[in-house]
């Protein structure tokens, strides 16, 4: 069974720009949630989304959002990039009451 | 203060060593535990899952959650070099609705010397 996988693997973005990452999570899954995870900060929740509707946010600007398909692949967009959204974004997929299962990451680095 | 607090070590250990990883929380509505370990450079890797109080087993891993004193931990017996990596703890109030967004600790590092 394929795990999550997130593409692209690395991106190297400057200040002001916006990029778009995308997720597809395990077959079945139509949880999928974003974090946030630098060193100084951690790990952090950004969203979550459920059949196509987003059904839990973290706390983070408004420049942070996502959306879901009806495969349940999702995507999220960073738009007005700073330097300190450089960070690894990982996304995770669970079942409905089920364990989250995480990809790999997209390192992004923004100079 | 942080929701959830985790040593971020680092932590050295000889092969063969019991490690014992902790951490606290703050939010008594948590009621599922979490322990991920992450290589360098990779996503977390779902170790252990427990529900509310008790032990849990698997191989050379026991997870404990005391709720009572807002206090986790997972313990490797028998630790290999090929344990060398972050452990995370992260913790729920539910795993469905609005409550399931997992809240991590910084995780802890640790290292395994042959």
């Known amino acids: 069974k394929a795990g999550v996988t997130q593409t692209p693997r690395y991106l190297i973005k400057t200040r002001g720009q916006q990029v778009t990452l995308s997720c597809s999570p395990i077959?079945?899954?139509?949880?999928v949630s974003w974090y946030q995870q630098t060193p100084g900060q951690g790990l952090q929740f950004l969203f979550e989304?459920?059949?196509?509707?987003?059904?839990n946010k973290g706390n983070f600007p408004g420049r942070f959002s996502g959306r879901q398909f009806s495969n349940s692949r999702s995507e999220m967009n960073v738009s007005t990039l700073e330097l300190g959204d450089s960070a690894l974004y990982l996304c995770?997929?669970?079942?409905?009451?089920?364990?989250?299962?995480f990809g790999p990451g997209t390192r992004l680095t923004v100079l | 203060q942080k929701e959830v607090e985790q040593d971020p070590g680092p932590l050295s250990v000889p092969e063969g060593a019991i490690v014992s990883l902790n951490c606290t929380y703050s939010n008594s509505a948590f009621q599922y535990f979490m322990w991920y370990r992450q290589y360098s450079r990779k996503g977390p890797e779902l170790l252990m899952y427990?529900?509310?109080?008790g032990n849990k087993e698997d191989g050379r891993f026991t997870a404990q959650v005391d709720k009572s004193s807002k206090y986790i931990s997972l313990f490797i017996r028998d630790s290999q070099p090929s344990d060398s990596a972050t452990y995370l703890c992260?913790?729920?109030?539910?795993?469905?609705?609005?409550?399931?967004?997992?809240?991590f600790g910084t995780g802890t590092r640790l290292q395994v010397t042959l």
């Open positions: 077959s079945g899954h139509r949880s």
């Open positions: 989304y459920f059949s196509e509707t987003q059904r």
């Open positions: 992260a913790m729920s109030g539910h795993l469905t609705g609005t409550a399931s967004k997992l809240t």
């Open positions: 995770a997929s669970s079942r409905e009451g089920d364990e989250q299962f």
């Open positions: 427990t529900y509310s109080s």
